[in-house]
């Protein structure tokens, strides 16, 4: 995934409407943050995928989150998503998209979730809820795994960018803290643009 190579930041959109995430995404593609999840958490879901797929192509990486079951996985992956995201671990979906050589980013907290994540074919886990625990949780995984790849997800803030960086982050998911309900809801994409470049920033400053 060369976008997530270059910058390891996933920015995820979470239940909008088709209007304001057309608006968002523009606003954070434009700051820089080409890798981007549409989670499935309305019904035209598929259809948004579809959209900003056709819209922007190759010129970002766009996938789905929140995928229960394998049957959301398929539709996702016609409608263009180019990786799957789950909330846990649900192995019939993470068999699927290992089998087509789909990218599947798999939910996982405790040690032995984050482990069967990773034997089961992760390109990448997330460490679901990140701020929970924090970053010294993260450090402390890394004593055990240290060849895991790990995406700290949920309630990563500005602030705690480098600290998740020296912990042992391999990339970072940001969804209410970049996409914020009240800035999509009155259509601030200034907000949303500023923000991500920000995030953008923090990432490019915490792994140098």
């Known amino acids: ?21 057309e608006g968002a995404v ?34 970002i990486q766009l996938g789905a ?3 229960l079951t394998m ?13 799957i995201v789950t909330p ?15 990218p599947i980013f798999p939910g996982a907290l405790t040690p032995s979730e984050i482990l069967g994540a990773h034997l089961a074919g992760a390109e990448m886990v997330k460490v679901f809820p990140a701020s929970s625990f924090g970053p010294s949780y993260l450090k402390s995984l890394r004593g055990p795994f240290p060849e895991i790849k790990l995406m700290p ?9 480098p600290e998740y960086f020296q912990a042992g982050a391999n990339a970072l998911g940001v969804g209410g803290e970049l996409f914020k ?18 995030y953008v920033e923090a990432v490019k400053g915490a792994k140098k």
């Open 71 to 83: 049957e959301a996985a398929q539709k996702a992956i016609k409608a263009g998503a180019e990786f």
């Open 153 to 161: 997800t949920g309630g990563v803030t500005l602030e705690s960018v």
């Open 26 to 59: 523009e606003a954070a593609v434009e700051a820089g943050i080409l890798t981007l999840e549409i989670t499935l958490n309305r019904p035209e879901a598929f259809e948004q995928i579809a959209l900003i797929k056709d819209r922007y192509g190759d010129q």
């Open 88 to 102: 846990a671990l649900v192995f019939e979906v993470m068999e699927y998209c290992r089998k087509i050589s789909i």
């Open 181 to 198: 309900k009240e800035w999509m809801e009155h259509w601030n994409w200034d907000r949303i643009n500023d923000t991500a470049r920000k």
């Open 1 to 21: 995934m060369k976008f997530l190579s270059q910058t390891p930041l996933i920015g995820i959109l979470r239940g909008a409407e088709t209007k304001s995430l």
């Open 65 to 67: 989150g929140t995928v």
